[in-house]
T-cell receptor, first 116, second 116 residues
């Protein structure tokens, strides 16, 4: 069975601080995909990234970066120079195929509060 | 990306009544739709998977007679919460797919159901 663990339930930082959100996953599949979603207070899910299990290169997109470590089954997400607009709940998720036609297993989420 | 519209965005109903939630794919034909439920401050849990023209597949612990899913067309799936009770109050969100495509899932905006 697949499992995603986000040990940090809530994080509070001051604006401009860097913050890292942890994600640890379990799967028996050799091929799998990992995702991060942002859920602002309005509730919709905002897609941030999808990464397959064969690609361990770190990725950077603006202030966002992701560190995938297969050896430790982790896919951590870092926000550099955080802003108030980054305040949201962030979910890490896992799927077998990574395609839009596959169900997602979500972690419990990390609520990030960025204070001015 | 593809657009998925969910309606209504919020609904309040009396205990014992039924509520229907619609999930529409606006610019593609969705062969598969997923329904997730999210209780306050909790993660998203898959309720069921529906394929157009066939019966939905429910996850363990989800009552199929209570949560009726209809996916009669390639652009519309509906979730009906029958005889709703306060414990059914939750955030319901759908995602839609046109198959095993190499893209992320496309989510609706979600529906916040409150049963009083």
């Amino acid at each position: 069975a697949q499992k995603v663990t986000q040990a940090q339930t809530e994080i509070s930082v001051v604006e401009k601080e860097d913050v890292t959100l942890d994600c640890v996953y379990e799967t028996r599949d050799t091929t799998y995909y990992l995702f991060w979603y942002k859920q602002p207070p309005s509730g919709e899910l905002v897609f941030l990234i999808r990464r397959n299990s064969f690609d361990e290169q770190n990725e950077i997109s603006g202030r966002y970066s992701w560190n995938f470590q297969k050896s430790t089954s982790s896919f951590n997400f870092t926000i550099t120079a955080s802003q108030v607009v980054d305040s949201a709940v962030y979910f890490c998720a896992l799927s077998e195929t990574g395609s839009s036609g596959d169900k997602l297993t979500f972690g419990t989420g990390t609520r990030l509060a960025v204070r001015p | 990306g593809a657009v998925v519209s969910q309606h209504p965005s919020w609904v309040i109903c009396k205990s014992g009544t039924s509520v229907k939630i619609e999930c529409r794919s606006l610019d593609f034909q969705a062969t598969t739709m997923f329904w997730y439920r999210q209780f306050p401050k909790q993660s998203l849990m898959l309720m069921a998977t529906s394929n157009e023209g066939s019966k939905a597949t429910y996850e363990q612990g989800v009552e199929k007679d209570k949560f009726l899913i209809n996916h009669a067309s390639l652009t519309l799936s509906t979730l009906t919460v029958t005889s709703a009770h306060p414990e059914d109050s939750s955030f319901y969100i759908c995602s839609a797919s046109w198959g095993l495509t190499d893209t992320e899932a496309f989510f609706g905006q979600g529906t916040r159901l409150t049963v009083v």
